[in-house]
Structure formats: structure tokens, C-alpha cells
């Protein structure tokens, strides 16, 4: 299947998915003003990933910002994340940048709400 | 002043005449500098001004803000602080810029000033000339050649003040009107360079850093994020707080203020300001009068949580994908109270039948 590569704008994150790589990586600021528009092609690429995934998928989220109506729309990735464990494994690695408390906050409810492994990295 | 929220609403109407106008005070780096311009360009190409008239508001903007890089002194703060106005009232710009000088210096560039405000259009022309001429002569630098090129480009005269600041220093005001015929009368000018030097009190005595009134739209919004993450120099936390909290703020009006205005966008006004160990996000926004109670219910709801509370009514939030309709606050709102802290202080204003004027305050404590 295709990657899907989205680059980085002041508004958008850099989100990169590559299954032949076994790369998974959303990073940067996510502050679009819809951003239920802007993951769509994100939900339609893992439905699409989801049919014949990788025996391991390790998904780095390294945001640096993301405003609530983002937050929402992360929850919806990691419930999608959490439905592919049913087959193969899922791994979420969630970094935070050295002192930003309420990036690892984020990461720490996450990983209280999504049944998934989490592990949360300081960087 | 701010004590109480009707200050939001007096700038509000105070600017009101304006189109546009924004407000930066403080020390001018070039990150910052970059993102007023950038600012500037975007509500410029929003309304759809001539390409005659950018490179006009532009040049003027550009020598003015070089103006104050080059005199502010890193360490000044407050009322000694630089300052950059830009004002837009129907097809006017005006430009105001004030910075520190040396009082020995005043005679000097009063001289400049008035010799520069003596001469007409081509003798401008000469008058630059020559000074380039006689700068490349003697390596000078540039030598009052951007003053000759602000009355240039404004095709108008440069207006200026003085303010004693102390035994040394006097603050320096400039203000440049850019206009596409040249009817204005001088008093006009002069009229408003005295509102804003009133203004200036008020923003020094209240520690203004920003205001922004205007279209609110997400291209806005980027840029003045952008200028208040290059102003704080603060760690990294408090930084991101208030970033996040004026995202909430700001996009909260690009989605659901209304205007009085439809074809134009939703207006409202921004300010940050700074009192003892916190920072004040301050907005305000028309909203239809229809809105009002159940806004006020939900600001009231989210206001009585303790943090507890307000973690599981978020994550409650945070799992509901409907469209939303229902009469509870959204994320929004209470991030604004789990990331500030405190309470959502806030105002209803009703200015009609119709509409009422919203204004919302958040504070931030630091202590670093």
C-alpha cells in the first residue's frame, strides 16, 4: 500500500506512515481550524493499513502541541490503534520534550483511557 | 482598570472606528519584527489592497520597526519599552512608532523632521539624493535617509512627539498616515497621535504586550501566536500554556462569534497583558443574544469543578464524536480552566436586540 506523507505546516503536524518501512510517526504542532477535515485521510489510510497490517506497529507521537479540537481527533486515531491490537501488536511511543509536564499529562491519560502499551518518553 | 472585564470593551469601541489595528509593546526582536510583518501581510492581501498600497504600508511599516530595533536598549521595560501601532480606518493606514532616545538628541532630529515636513514631493526627491550622496561620502550610515523615505512613501507629513522620561532619556513618537488621495487634513492626524499617546499610558500602566482587533481567522491567529512565542522568554511550560490557552480562546471566536459584519468574518479583540506574577489572556467578540444563556451555563458549570472534576468531565469530552449540540461545555472551555487554573472570568455586554458583547479572561500564574 501507499505511504501516506503529510509534511508539517505552522498549523498541521508532519505525519508520516510507511508500512514497508514499519514507520509511524504524527510530530510537530496539530492546530487546524478543522481538524476533523484534516485527519480524515489519516483514519482512511489506517482502515486501509488496518486489512493487512505489520506483525509489529510501533506508532511515535512526538507532538510538540495540540489544541483540543486535535485532541479529539487523536483519541479517534488511538481507538482505531486499539482495534488493530486485536490482530497484531500495537506499541505507542509518546514523547515529550524535557519540561513539558503537560505533554507527558496528555501522554499519561491516554494511556489511562486506551487499552494499548504505551511508553512515555522524555526527549 | 482591568479589575473589571469592561475594559475589553472599552478598547473594543475605543478601536472600533478602526478596520483594523494592532498594538505590539515590547522589547522587538527580529523573530518578532518578522511576525508583525508577516501580520501585516496577511490582513493587508485580506483586504485586497492594491499593490501600490502594500509596498506603500510596507516600506513605512519596515523603516519604523528598524527605527525602534535600532534604538531600544535590551534591558527597557515598561514605559520605556518600544512601541508599534497599525491602524486601518477606511482606505487609511496610519503608522505609529515610538521608542527611547537621549534627549541630546532631540534637537537634531526635530531639525530633520521639520526640514523633511518643509520640502514638497520632488524636492524630497532631491533631498534624498543628496543625503545618500553625502552619507556615501563620509560612510555616515543611514542618517535620517528612513525618515526621508517614510514621508516619501506617505506622501503625507510625518507627525511626532516628544516624552520626558527622565533626566537622560525622552520617548520618541512618529506617526505616518498612508492614505490613497491625499484630502486628509493635518488636524486629523494629529488627533490621533494624542489618542494614542493616551493609549500608551494605559497600556504601559496596565502592562499591555499585545492587542489585536480585527477579522479573527485562523491566518490571524498563526501570527500572533507566532509574536507571543517569540516575546516570552519565559520555560517552557508557562510558554505553552498561554500558547494553548489563546489557541482555545481565539479559535473559540473564529468559530463561534458572530459579526455584525457576515461578509467580512468575525471580529473581535485580543490583548494580553502582564499584572504581578500573571498573564492575562483577555478576548472579546459579538455573540448573538440567543447564545448567551447557554454559554453562560456552561462557563458557570465548568467554573464550580474542582480539578478532579474537570479531568473526568474532559475525558468524558474527549470520547464524543458527535457533532456538537448538546448543552454541555466543550473541550475548549475546560481547557481554558484546567490549563489556567483558575476560574473563567467573563462579561456579557448587550449592545442590541440582536447581539451581546462577549468578553472572557483567563490568568496565568508563573514563578519563574
Redesign the interface.
Known sequence: MNNLIIEATEETPKIHLKKDTNEFVISERSLPENAVEFYTPVFEWIEEYQKNPNKETIFDFKLDYFNTASAKQITKLLLMLEGLQRLNKVKIRWFFKKGDLDMKSSGLRYDKLIDIEFEIIEY | MLNDLSFAFQLYEGMEKDNLSYIYRGLFTQGVTDKIISLTETNLANFGESSKMKKRVFSIMVEGLQNITRHQDKLSQDEKSGIFVIQQKKTRYYITTGNLIAKDHIPKLTEQLDKINSLGKEELKKFYKSVLNDNMMSNKGGAGLGLIEMARKSGNKLTYDFKEIDDEFSFFYLHTEISVSQETKNEDIIYSLTNIKQLHNILNKEDVLLIFNGILN?DNL?NLL?IIEEHMSH???LK??V??IM??ML?NI??HGDTLEPEKGNSGIFFINKKGNAYFLNSGNYINNKKVDDLKLKIEHVNGLNDKEL?KF??DR????QIDSSKEA???L??LRL?SKNKIIYDFNKINDEFSFFTIRTCIEYND
Open positions: 485562523q498563526i507566532s520555560a517552557l511550560l505553552k500554556r500558547f494553548n489557541v482555545e479559535q473564529v468559530k479531568n474532559y475525558n474527549l470520547f464524543n464524536f466543550g473541550l475548549g475546560i481547557e490549563k
